[in-house]
């Protein structure tokens, strides 16, 4: 793997902690120094629990008003691909996220930008440059992200996703190399480059995101959409509170959350219904092409390690159905939320709490130890995203498996 990455600027560089050249202990103080120093804005609201209050007109509210685009519905031109950057940990439904992405051409892949999170950095790199091989789209540039979270130890599920990421599933280790440009830097760049024309698909922890975002804070107005796969309101996967990706970093989701980007959020309500049986498995492997043998492969290995006592009980494709959204508007049921993301429980970090006008918006009081401060008000409800709360699995699988075994109409 290539390592050595440009800077960003001439002369003193910026220090951004992506991990491709930094030691451990180097990275984790740089990324703390900078979260605690350098975060402004949304930024200071996301790390110290602010709510919305501190925001002007949502972005929802905006697109109830006609003047911007449903964040659901593409940006592109009639008869254009809608563009977008993936940004994933590869992992086993990130895989079929980015397959089925790759293979619809409702879709055009500027950039895959993979970050740690289901397994290390040193895994998800050449596991996204080994999927773009396998379906022969080595024109799409990779790009180094981060190696941790902003300011966490990193905590992967490769109990989940097996020691690769990939179900142990051993493919041919990449000959493509990763561009020089870290993954905050490439995101910052496209997005410059083409204002208003590029979502954000991002199916892993959020922390390439956020260090975009806090390091060019005018970003947040360039970018038309983001989807993510991640949140939930019916409770987590990773702890009774938190789903996963937002587990790993709450901090960095709380920062996107916070950036007024029309927003929508694929959560566990609506992933854990899309469960893939042996049938669809059969389907992948009889087809002849290499994304579905493939796909095939990572599926059918995951299933037998759950047939055998694994500690993976279900597949859920989690990653896959947050692109599949994109596709078909009509896959997924929204509904505008205000959420906010717990930052600081020691047993509900990365939980996504929802309001949907019903109950009011206000934190808990401070201890009573603490400096004098009014009492909490509540605030007024403005929704931050548009939440899928319901989803038609069987829509969703025949888009899928038609697509990854290339019988699509």
């Known amino acids: 793997m290539n390592r050595d990455h440009k800077s960003e600027q001439a002369g003193e560089p910026e220090k951004i902690c992506t991990g491709a050249t930094d030691s451990a202990r180097e990275q984790s103080l740089c990324t703390r120094r900078e979260f605690l120093a350098h975060s402004t804005g949304f930024a200071v609201a996301g790390a110290t629990g602010g709510l919305a209050a501190a925001r002007s007109l ?50 055009k892949v500027e950039a895959i930008t993979p970050v740690a999170g289901n397994v290390p950095l040193d895994l998800t790199l050449p596991n996204a440059l080994r999927l773009l091989e396998i379906a022969d789209r080595t024109d799409i540039p990779v790009a180094a992200g981060a ?20 179900a142990g599933v051993e493919f041919p280790e ?18 410059r480059e083409n204002p208003g024309e590029i979502t954000i698909v991002a199916v892993g922890p959020l922390t390439n995101v956020a260090l975009a975002l806090r390091a060019d804070p005018e970003l947040a107005n360039m970018i038309p959409a983001i989807a993510i796969m991640g949140g939930s309101l019916s409770g987590g996967n990773m702890t009774p509170a938190a789903e996963f990706n937002l587990y790993v970093d709450p901090e ?9 980007i029309p927003l929508t959020m694929v959560g566990l309500d609506v992933t854990r219904k899309c ?10 492997e009889a087809a002849n092409n290499p994304v579905s043998q493939a796909a095939g492969k990572i599926l059918r290995a995951t299933y037998e390690r759950m047939r055998h006592g694994g500690e993976v009980t279900d597949i859920d494709l989690h990653d896959a ?19 906010e993301v717990e930052t600081v429980g020691e047993w509900t970090a990365g939980q996504t709490l929802g309001y949907d006008g019903h109950g009011p918006v206000r934190k808990s009081p401070q201890m009573e130890t603490s400096a004098p401060e009014p009492p909490p008000t509540e605030l007024p409800y403005k929704p931050n995203a548009q939440v899928a709360v319901g989803v038609d ?11 990854l075994t290339g019988s699509a109409g």
């Open 321 to 339: 159905l947050a692109v599949a959204s994109l596709i078909d508007h009509d896959v997924i049921t929204r509904k505008d939320y205000y959420v």
């Open 147 to 166: 190696s941790h979270p902003l300011v966490r130890r990193l905590a992967t599920a490769g109990h989940v996703h097996g020691v690769n990421g990939l």
């Open 58 to 107: 949502s972005a929802h509210e905006i697109r109830a008003r006609g003047n911007a685009p449903d964040s659901s519905v593409s940006n592109a031109a009639p008869g254009k691909p809608r563009r977008i950057i993936i940004d994933t940990d590869p992992g086993i439904d990130d895989a079929m996220a980015i397959f089925l992405a790759l293979r619809s051409p409702e879709l």
């Open 174 to 191: 990449p000959k493509t190399k990763p561009v020089r440009e870290t993954a905050p830097e490439i995101i910052r760049r496209i997005l």
């Open 252 to 260: 960095a989701a709380r920062i996107v959350f916070d950036a007024n």
């Open 275 to 284: 469960r893939v049986s042996e049938e669809h498995i059969k389907q992948l």
């Open 393 to 403: 699995p069987d829509r969703f699988f025949r888009l899928l498996i038609p697509r």
